[in-house]
C-alpha cells in the first residue's frame, strides 16, 4: 500500500473494411503470407497511398460513440523508425491533427462510477508480421507483410486507473463498443484488438507521476491484467530498494507471468514526426459528422438501461443480454414474437446460452431462431406442454432444427390436463406409499414434494404440474 499504481491503455483497433487503408488490397485474416500486397503497402519507390474513406467514416463513428469532438481538419503524418516488417521505414499516421480527441468512457467498479478519459483517437495503417521459426537451433523469422497497411484505429486513454480491475473494466466496454458498432470484429486471438498498458507507480498521497514502463502489444483481458499485476510487484521492489525506473518498453511473457525489456521507450521527437506529403488533408464537414451520427446503433449502455426500465428486467439480466449486439438482437426479436421480457430473458440466459457453450456456437449461429423460440413459449403458455417438457423439446429443436409442435407431435408430449386421468395417477400414488400420507397428515408437510415427483414421474413428465400441485394438496388434506 506504499504506492498507488497509474495506468494509461492505448488500444489498437483493427477495422472491418474490406481493403485497406492506402491500397486496395484485402484485409482479410489467414491468407498465404505475402499473398495480399502491392507496390502501396510494400513501400515499393515511387508508390502513391490513396485514402480509404470508409476508414475515415468508421473513426468518426467511434469518436462519436465515445464521447470524443471531432478534428474538422485533419493531417496525416509519417512515424519513422526502423523496424523488419515496417516495408517503408516509417508508418503513416497522425500527430498532432488526430480525427477524434478529448473523450471519455464511465466504467462501474464495485458499484462506483469511474470517468475514464479519452486523450485521442488517430488512424494509422499496421505494420507487417514475423513468423518466427518454431524449431530448435534455428533463429531465423519470417516476413509477412499481409498485414501491412491494414488500418488502425489507435484509441489513447489518458492515465487515469487506479488498478488493473479498472484498466480491464475499460478495455472490456472499448472492446463491447467497437463492436456493437461493426467497425471491428474484436478477435483478440487474431490481434484485432490489442493493447499497450503504460504502468507507473507514485508514493500513496503523491500527485506526481513516476516513470512509466510501456507494455507492449498484449491481445488477452488475462494476460493484461497479469502483465499490469507482475509491474507492480518489479516496479515496487526496486523502487523499495532505493533503484529508480527506467523509461522503456517491455513485453510480456504469459508463460512465464513476467515482463523482460524489449527497448529504450521512445518520445515522439524520437520518431520525427513530419506531414506526410504524398497525403492531403482531410476536411470533415458538419454534414459529414451527422450523418455518422446517424449510423450509430443503440449503443451497451442506453440498451441496458431501456431493458430495465421498459422491460422491468433486473439489473444481471439487463447486463447479460447486453454482452453482445447479436445476443441482444436475439432478446428483443424473440421478445417481439412473445412480449414476456422475463419469461423470454430466463430461455435467452438459461437454455440458449448453455446449448451454444456446450456446442461452442455464438448465437448469430444458433439454429433455434427467435421465431422458433418464440413458438416454443407459446406451446408453454397454452399449457400444451410443461415447462420440463419444453426442456426437452428445446434439446430437440437445437439438435434438428425442427418446430417445436412438431417434436410436440411426433414425440406424444402433450401435456395432460384431464383431471380425471391426473387424479387416477395420483390416487395410484398415494396408495403405493401409506407410510409417507400417513407421516405428511402428521405435521411431515416437506414430503408434499415426493408425492409431485411421484406423480410427475407416474405421468411421464407430462402432467400438468399446476393441476398436479392443487389436486395433490386437496387429497392430501382432504
Known amino acids: 500500500m506504499k504506492y498507488q499504481v497509474v495506468i494509461g491503455l492505448e488500444?489498437?483497433?483493427?477495422?472491418?473494411?474490406?481493403t485497406k487503408i492506402f491500397c486496395g488490397c484485402s484485409t482479410r485474416f489467414g491468407a498465404e503470407p505475402n499473398s495480399q500486397t502491392c507496390p502501396v503497402c510494400l513501400g515499393f519507390p515511387g508508390a502513391l497511398p490513396v485514402?480509404?474513406?470508409?476508414?475515415?467514416?468508421?473513426?468518426?463513428?467511434?469518436?462519436?460513440?465515445?464521447?470524443?469532438?471531432?478534428?474538422?481538419?485533419?493531417?496525416?503524418?509519417?512515424?519513422?523508425?526502423?523496424y523488419p516488417d515496417l516495408p517503408k521505414g516509417y508508418q503513416i499516421s497522425q500527430f498532432d491533427l488526430p480525427i477524434c480527441q478529448h473523450g471519455h468512457l464511465d466504467i462501474d467498479i464495485e458499484g462506483e462510477t469511474r470517468r475514464i478519459g479519452i486523450t485521442r483517437i488517430h488512424m494509422e495503417e499496421d505494420a507487417?508480421?514475423?513468423?518466427?521459426?518454431?524449431?530448435?537451433?534455428?533463429?531465423?523469422?519470417?516476413?509477412?507483410?499481409?498485414?501491412?497497411?491494414?488500418?488502425?484505429l489507435e484509441i489513447v486513454s489518458e492515465p487515469d486507473m487506479r488498478s488493473p480491475d479498472e484498466?480491464?473494466?475499460?478495455?472490456?466496454k472499448l472492446h463491447q463498443i467497437v463492436m456493437y458498432l461493426g467497425i471491428c470484429d474484436g478477435n483478440l486471438e487474431e490481434g484485432s484488438f490489442r493493447c499497450d498498458a503504460n504502468v507507473s507507480l507514485m508514493p500513496v498521497g503523491s500527485s506526481t507521476f513516476g516513470t512509466r514502463a510501456e507494455l507492449k502489444n498484449i491481445n488477452?483481458?488475462?494476460?493484461?491484467?497479469?502483465?499490469?499485476?507482475?509491474?507492480?510487484?518489479?516496479?515496487?521492489?526496486?523502487?523499495?530498494?532505493?533503484?529508480?525506473?527506467?523509461?522503456?518498453?517491455?513485453?510480456?511473457d504469459p508463460n512465464t507471468g513476467t515482463t523482460r525489456s524489449m527497448r529504450g521507450k521512445e518520445e515522439a521527437h524520437d520518431y520525427r514526426y513530419f506531414p506526410d506529403p504524398d497525403l492531403v488533408p482531410i476536411i470533415i464537414s458538419d454534414e459529414w459528422i451527422e450523418e455518422a451520427r446517424g449510423t450509430l446503433p443503440e449503443l451497451p449502455e442506453a440498451k441496458r438501461a431501456r431493458f430495465m426500465t421498459d422491460l422491468a428486467l433486473p439489473e444481471y439480466d439487463a447486463e447479460v443480454l447486453v454482452a453482445s449486439r447479436?445476443?441482444?438482437?436475439?432478446?428483443?426479436?424473440?421478445?417481439?414474437?412473445?412480449?414476456?421480457?422475463?419469461?423470454?430473458?430466463?430461455?435467452?440466459?438459461?437454455e440458449v446460452t448453455r446449448a451454444l457453450n456446450d456446442d461452442g456456437r455464438s448465437i448469430s449461429d444458433c439454429p433455434v431462431t427467435p421465431a422458433l423460440?418464440?413458438?416454443?413459449?407459446?406451446?408453454?403458455?397454452?399449457?400444451?406442454?410443461?415447462?420440463?417438457?419444453?426442456?426437452?423439446?428445446?434439446?430437440?429443436?437445437?439438435?434438428?432444427?425442427?418446430?417445436?409442435?412438431?417434436?410436440?407431435?411426433?414425440?406424444?408430449?402433450?401435456?395432460?390436463?384431464?383431471?380425471?386421468?391426473?387424479?387416477?395417477?395420483?390416487?395410484?400414488?398415494?396408495?403405493?406409499?401409506?407410510?409417507?400420507v400417513a407421516e405428511y397428515r402428521g405435521g411431515k408437510e416437506t414430503l408434499f414434494g415426493f408425492f409431485v415427483g411421484q406423480v410427475m414421474?407416474?405421468?411421464?413428465?407430462?402432467?400438468?404440474?399446476?393441476?398436479?400441485?392443487?389436486m395433490l394438496l386437496k387429497k392430501l388434506n382432504g
Not at 488500444?11 to 474490406?18: C, E, P, R, S, Y
Not at 462519436?64 to 526502423?82: D, E, M, P, Q
Not at 414421474?457 to 392443487?470: D, F, I, Y
Request: hydrophobic letters at 40%; a neutral charge.
Open 51 to 82: 485514402l480509404n474513406k470508409k476508414v475515415v467514416e468508421y473513426a468518426i463513428r467511434a469518436g462519436l460513440a465515445t464521447n470524443c469532438s471531432i478534428t474538422k481538419r485533419n493531417v496525416f503524418a509519417r512515424k519513422n523508425y526502423f
Open 457 to 470: 414421474r407416474a405421468s411421464k413428465g407430462k402432467a400438468n404440474p399446476a393441476l398436479v400441485n392443487e
Open 128 to 152: 507487417g508480421k514475423l513468423v518466427h521459426a518454431d524449431i530448435p537451433g534455428v533463429d531465423d523469422s519470417c516476413v509477412d507483410l499481409n498485414r501491412a497497411c491494414t488500418p488502425l
Open 167 to 172: 484498466a480491464i473494466a475499460y478495455l472490456k
Open 11 to 18: 488500444v489498437h483497433t483493427q477495422l472491418t473494411t474490406n
Open 326 to 350: 447479436e445476443l441482444a438482437q436475439y432478446f428483443e426479436d424473440t421478445f417481439t414474437l412473445f412480449p414476456q421480457a422475463k419469461t423470454v430473458s430466463n430461455w435467452v440466459m438459461g
Open 220 to 252: 488477452s483481458f488475462k494476460f493484461i491484467k497479469q502483465a499490469i499485476e507482475y509491474e507492480m510487484e518489479r516496479q515496487a521492489e526496486i523502487l523499495d530498494e532505493g533503484g529508480r525506473i527506467i523509461q522503456e518498453t517491455r513485453l510480456f
Open 373 to 436: 423460440l418464440a413458438d416454443l413459449l407459446k406451446l408453454m403458455e397454452k399449457g400444451t406442454i410443461s415447462g420440463k417438457i419444453a426442456k426437452t423439446v428445446f434439446d430437440e429443436m437445437y439438435k434438428s432444427g425442427k418446430a417445436p409442435e412438431k417434436i410436440v407431435e411426433e414425440k406424444g408430449l402433450v401435456q395432460v390436463s384431464d383431471t380425471g386421468a391426473i387424479e387416477a395417477m395420483i390416487d395410484e400414488v398415494l396408495e403405493k406409499n401409506p407410510g409417507q
